[in-house]
């Protein structure tokens, strides 16, 4: 067993990195508090948060400490893409694209671009001439795509 807490702490964050590349957030949080209490590094508080919001439902504290790792390193683009997730986890995926947004004007990240793009934006309104929230529209818009046709 490694004795210098900085080298097991990073072996336990890379691994947690990993765990969550694999869709494993249970274990990522357990290897990230156990990194955290050997080496308290901001940087690292985004994937805590995360994780905190996946596995525990502590969305508010999780985008809070994604926040602090922000304030700490605004240039991360796992950061805003960890701040996204949250968003989407709460259901507010415009708050999610916002983020993603900031995050390629601030990093120009490929990564943050394919996520953007994978969230896709909103199909144009079904009449044009209506506004987006013209009930009508709203209307129609579901009876067409339950039909397929859109």
């Known amino acids: 067993m490694d004795l ?8 336990l964050f890379a691994r947690a990195v990993n765990d969550l590349a694999e869709g494993k957030s249970q274990s990522a949080l357990a290897d990230l508090e156990r990194a955290l209490k050997l080496n308290d590094n901001q940087s690292w508080y985004s994937y805590l948060g995360f994780c905190i919001a996946k596995e525990r439902g502590q969305v508010r504290k999780g985008g809070e400490l994604c926040n602090q790792a922000l304030a700490h390193e605004p240039e991360e683009p796992a950061h805003y893409q960890n701040l996204a997730r949250i968003h989407l986890i709460c259901g507010h995926k415009a708050e999610a694209i916002e983020v993603l947004r900031k995050g390629v004007t601030v ?13 896709g934006s909103r199909k144009p309104p079904v009449l044009s001439f209506l506004s987006r929230d013209h009930w009508i529209n709203h209307y129609l818009g579901i009876i067409l795509s339950r039909l397929g046709l859109r």
């Open 4 to 11: 210098d807490p900085v080298a097991e702490s990073k072996r």
């Open 107 to 119: 990093t120009s990240c490929p990564e943050l671009v394919a996520q953007l793009n994978a969230l």
